[in-house]
């Protein structure tokens, strides 16, 4: 199976900051990997896929990089909304596997 | 709009069934493949399965493979996860979502549903 590490757990981080979250696959998965956004009490939200491609309604302030087994999260600019937690999850093969996640609170 | 409604959830004792069911609407439901993702409270997203438009070969995550099943019926557009010899660490909100795209687009998901809540306790 593949395993997803992602780092930190958490940051703290004011509006306005630049924030970076990795995520490492434990073997190559290409560019088949994913980002979701999980608000408290909602269910998660598709924030990325494909390491790069961003969903609809995300803003150009969030971006995604990296391919084989390191990937980035970046959120240029943090905003008020933006305060949740992060997963990444790889879709190379079966069992799918998501990171730990990375909880981003205000400082 | 595409809605993803689950039902199904509640408190079991270890050992039980439970059977979880999730409705679908606004899309072409028979057209896209579908997961279950569940979360232990407090805890992060942990993947559990994952059915094919025809509901051929599903996949299963280790934790769960033997004792969980998922079916769907497309003429109903609602998704099944029958949940066998439930144990403690089985606990958690289960959410269903949808492929985001056609069969060999990717493994990710869009949208989700809201979640039921499955407890195992006795």
């Known amino acids: 199976d593949i395993q997803m590490t992602q780092s930190p757990s958490s940051v703290s981080a004011s509006v306005g900051d630049r924030v970076t979250i990795t995520c490492r696959a434990s073997?190559?998965?290409?560019?088949?990997l994913a980002w979701y956004q999980q608000k408290p009490g909602k269910a998660p939200k598709l924030l990325i896929y494909?390491?790069?491609t961003l969903e609809s309604w995300v803003p150009s302030r969030f971006s995604g990089s990296g391919s084989g087994t390191d990937f980035t999260l970046t959120i240029s600019s943090l905003q008020p909304e933006d305060f949740a937690t992060y997963y990444c999850q790889q879709a190379n093969s079966f069992p799918l596997t998501f990171g730990g996640g990375t909880k981003v609170e205000i400082k | 709009e595409v809605q993803l409604l689950e039902s199904g959830g509640g408190l079991v004792q270890p050992g039980g069934s439970l059977r979880l069911s999730c409705a679908a609407s606004?899309?072409?439901?028979?057209?896209?493949?579908m997961t279950w993702v569940r979360q232990a409270p407090g805890k992060g997203l942990e993947w559990v399965s994952a059915?094919?438009?025809?509901?051929?070969?599903?996949y299963y995550a280790d934790s769960v493979k033997g004792r969980f099943t998922s079916s769907r019926d497309n003429s109903k557009n609602t998704l099944y996860l029958q949940m066998n010899s439930l144990r403690a660490e089985d606990t958690a909100v289960y959410y269903c979502a949808k492929y985001r795209g056609y069969s060999g687009s990717g493994d990710w998901f869009d949208p989700w549903g809201q979640g039921t809540l499955v407890t195992v306790s006795s």
């Open positions: 606004g899309f072409t439901f028979s057209s896209y493949s």
């Open positions: 073997q190559g998965i290409s560019s088949w």
């Open positions: 494909a390491a790069s």
């Open positions: 059915i094919g438009g025809s509901g051929a070969t599903p």
